[in-house]
């Protein structure tokens, strides 16, 4: 069983920043397949992004985030973040981690169901 637990969530104006962390349990984090998934009210839950290892770490950005959101991950940490500047009213969500225990390919890395824990959510609230 693998727990994520996520802060740095909060109220931000247009423009300013906020970074988010994921703590996860699990004795081979660094094979984990981490992603970042955000839910807003009336709308459906959709990908941000995702970090796996393949040789390397490989990040994916979902096209609305691309140039203002990075992931990141600190495997002797067991944690992902995901620092989000320039944020947007259309930014505001409540934020999901989710962790995956397998290298997804890259073309499932944006579908929720493939990863099998998720976190409670830390709520973002970017005003105009």
């Known amino acids: 069983q693998v727990q994520l637990v996520e802060s740095g969530g909060g109220l931000v104006q247009a423009g300013g920043s906020l970074r988010l962390s994921c703590a996860a349990s699990?004795?081979?984090?660094?094979?984990?397949?981490m992603g970042w998934f955000r839910q807003a009210p009336g709308k459906e839950r959709e990908f941000v992004a995702g970090?796996?290892?393949?040789?390397?770490?490989?990040?994916h950005y979902a096209d609305s985030v691309k140039g203002r959101f990075t992931i990141s991950r600190d495997n002797g940490k067991g944690t992902v973040s995901l620092q989000m500047n320039s944020l947007k009213p259309e930014d505001t969500a409540v934020y999901y981690c989710?962790?995956?225990?397998?290298?997804?390919?890259?073309?499932?890395?944006?579908?929720?169901?493939?990863?099998?824990?998720w976190g409670q959510g830390t709520q973002v609230t970017v005003t105009s």
């Open positions: 970090i796996r290892w393949s040789g390397g770490s490989s990040t």
């Open positions: 989710a962790a995956e225990p397998s290298t997804l390919p890259s073309g499932l890395i944006w579908l929720a169901s493939r990863y099998a824990y």
């Open positions: 699990g004795r081979t984090f660094s094979s984990y397949t």
